[in-house]
């Protein structure tokens, strides 16, 4: 990974803050430090575990000479506050106990291309002409553009007169949530009508948001605990001192579309582990294994100078490009993964044409990206009784070049066995069906 990352003043450090390695140490010389770190998914205690990744953050930080620690937290006005609110108040409180200064930015929704709460909003507006929807969209929020969340992050660095002190930020403007899709919807240009109905319970809605958006469930139960609560900046002359201009909610999304039809999104909520609750350790499965599991291996042979295309088609696979063959029969898959509490197909990607080892795809996560070795290799985080690869891998043929396609399933005990023969019928036509749409007129 850090050749991506080859620049004489920057350096990576990979650190699991869950569980710091003893040998771990920040380097001496710096002067500010941000932690960004937030979680409202994934399994067990989130708040605890949020807890103890900001008190192992600030151990590492205290041996170093940094003189400051900048926080960015969420807006904590109102009396009654969510889980979600509670945990950012608590590391707040946390990091300032200790030696080094800190400086706290409070915000609501941040708006911009990645973020959860803009493209959740996203997918409600572009896919539901009319929305029947919780009460809570009559909530008021004070939303930032995430220009300006940048433009605060980086103004107070060093100021002296940030130490020790914590800050709301967020556009002039207060809009319900339901004025928010409606004014995202004028951006898009899209007509679209939401009415709120009182009746829906905090499980339907989370459901609501579950089936609908590309949300997990543990987040969608999250956000509609948070969701009831208002988040207004309590005023400050912060923005004024440090000569920022704060962007409308309107003109933040469409300076965020900007950047989506670009291809610029370099991450989003939905590549994180912590969204559904994988362990990070994913390498560790970097070659599909051989013994004790069924396999599904398909080939074609490829018309010399034609393996770079075939290549560029494979790095493309999934999103909004599909699979190349029977994409009714995968959203139909999406579909029974999200009713048995998984993250369906509506990840997408990030990026139309790269691909990265960790990024999300549909519901799967690459764990090899290697378009010089022209190798790729996924895994599946959808809900099986065991464990499955999708791995493609063009190698020379004495003709020019063959394409390997290779579907592996490591069952866990006799339901996965039952499921592997459950949907091999499918797979016969469905495995063809792709690697033939990946090799079109490229066949020899």
Same mark, same amino acid.
């Given at each position: 990974?850090?050749?991506?990352?080859n620049h004489e003043r920057l350096h990576l450090?990979?650190?699991?803050?869950?569980?710091?390695?003893?040998?771990?140490?920040?380097?001496?010389?710096?002067?500010?430090?941000?932690?960004?770190?937030?979680?409202?998914?994934?399994?067990?205690?989130?708040?605890?575990?949020?807890?103890?990744?900001?008190?192992?953050?600030?151990?590492?930080?205290?041996?170093?000479?940094?003189?400051?620690?900048?926080?960015?937290?969420?807006?904590?006005?109102?009396?009654?506050?969510?889980?979600?609110?509670?945990?950012?108040?608590?590391?707040?409180?946390?990091?300032?106990?200790?030696?080094?200064?800190?400086?706290?930015?409070?915000?609501?929704?941040?708006?911009?291309?990645?973020?959860?709460?803009?493209?959740?909003?996203r997918d409600l507006v572009e896919k539901l002409?009319?929305?029947?929807?919780?009460?809570?969209?009559?909530?008021?929020?004070?939303?930032?553009?995430?220009?300006?969340?940048?433009?605060?992050?980086?103004?107070?660095?060093?100021?002296?007169?940030?130490?020790?002190?914590?800050?709301?930020?967020?556009?002039?403007?207060?809009?319900?949530?339901?004025?928010?899709?409606?004014?995202?919807?004028?951006?898009?240009?899209?007509?679209?009508?939401?009415?709120?109905?009182?009746?829906?319970?905090?499980?339907?809605?989370?459901?609501?948001?579950?089936?609908?958006?590309?949300?997990?469930?543990?987040?969608?139960?999250?956000?509609?605990?948070?969701?009831?609560?208002?988040?207004?900046?309590?005023?400050?002359?912060?923005?004024?001192?440090?000569?920022?201009?704060?962007?409308?909610?309107?003109?933040?999304?469409?300076?965020?579309?900007?950047?989506?039809?670009?291809?610029?999104?370099?991450?989003?909520?939905?590549?994180?582990?912590?969204?559904?609750?994988?362990?990070? %350790? !994913?390498?560790?499965? *970097? #070659?599909?294994?051989?013994? &004790?599991?069924?396999?599904? /291996?398909?080939?074609?042979?490829?018309? $010399?100078?034609?393996?770079?295309?075939?290549?560029?088609?494979?790095?493309?696979?999934?999103?909004?490009?599909?699979?190349?063959?029977?994409?009714?029969?995968?959203?139909?898959?999406?579909?029974?993964?999200?009713?048995?509490?998984?993250?369906?197909?509506?990840?997408?990607?990030?990026?139309?044409?790269?691909?990265?080892?960790?990024?999300?795809?549909?519901?799967?996560?690459?764990?090899?990206?290697?378009?010089?070795?022209? %190798? !790729?290799?996924?895994? *599946? #985080?959808?809900?099986?009784? &065991?464990?499955?690869?999708? /791995?493609?891998?063009?190698?020379?043929? $004495?003709?020019?070049?063959?394409?390997?396609?290779?579907?592996?399933?490591?069952?866990?005990?006799?339901?996965?066995?039952?499921?592997?023969?459950?949907?091999?019928?499918?797979?016969?036509?469905?495995?063809?069906?792709?690697?033939?749409?990946?090799?079109?007129?490229?066949?020899?």
């Amino acid at each position: 990974m850090a050749s991506d990352y080859n620049h004489e003043r920057l350096h990576l450090l990979e650190v699991d803050f869950l569980e710091v390695a003893p040998e771990m140490a920040f380097p001496q010389d710096l002067d500010a430090a941000f932690y960004l770190v937030h979680s409202m998914a994934g399994k067990g205690d989130f708040a605890a575990k949020e807890l103890l990744s900001a008190q192992n953050f600030r151990e590492l930080l205290e041996p170093t000479r940094c003189k400051q620690l900048i926080y960015l937290s969420g807006i904590v006005n109102e009396n009654e506050l969510s889980d979600h609110l509670q945990s950012r108040f608590a590391v707040e409180k946390m990091l300032k106990n200790g030696p080094i200064p800190v400086t706290t930015l409070r915000a609501g929704i941040i708006v911009g291309s990645g973020s959860a709460s803009f493209e959740i909003i996203r997918d409600l507006v572009e896919k539901l002409p009319v929305m029947v929807a919780p009460k809570w969209l009559d909530t008021l929020c004070q939303p930032i553009a995430i220009r300006n969340v940048i433009q605060f992050l980086t103004g107070v660095m060093l100021r002296e007169d940030t130490y020790h002190k914590d800050f709301d930020i967020g556009a002039p403007e207060i809009l319900s949530y339901k004025q928010m899709l409606l004014q995202f919807a004028e951006v898009r240009q899209l007509k679209r009508f939401v009415f709120t109905v009182p009746v829906m319970t905090p499980r339907l809605s989370s459901y609501w948001l579950y089936f609908i958006t590309s949300t997990s469930y543990s987040l969608a139960v999250h956000l509609v605990d948070s969701m009831k609560v208002h988040v207004i900046c309590r005023p400050n002359e912060l923005a004024k001192t440090l000569g920022i201009e704060l962007i409308p909610y309107k003109e933040a999304v469409s300076m965020a579309f900007q950047r989506i039809e670009q291809n610029m999104v370099l991450s989003s909520w939905k590549d994180a582990f912590s969204s559904i609750g994988t362990e990070p %350790r !994913l390498m560790d499965y *970097a #070659e599909a294994p051989r013994y &004790g599991c069924f396999s599904d /291996e398909k080939r074609e042979l490829l018309k $010399p100078g034609h393996e770079e295309e075939v290549l560029d088609r494979v790095w493309r696979i999934g999103g909004e490009t599909g699979w190349y063959y029977g994409n009714w029969l995968w959203r139909m898959r999406g579909f029974l993964d999200k009713l048995a509490g998984g993250i369906g197909l509506r990840r997408g990607r990030t990026h139309a044409s790269q691909l990265s080892p960790g990024d999300a795809l549909d519901f799967w996560r690459v764990l090899v990206a290697d378009k010089p070795g022209k %190798r !790729l290799l996924l895994f *599946a #985080e959808m809900k099986l009784p &065991g464990e499955a690869w999708l /791995e493609f891998k063009l190698t020379p043929s $004495p003709a020019g070049w063959t394409l390997w396609q290779t579907a592996t399933f490591r069952p866990r005990g006799v339901w996965g066995r039952m499921y592997w023969w459950a949907v091999s019928p499918f797979h016969l036509f469905v495995f063809k069906g792709m690697i033939r749409g990946i090799c079109k007129n490229a066949r020899i």
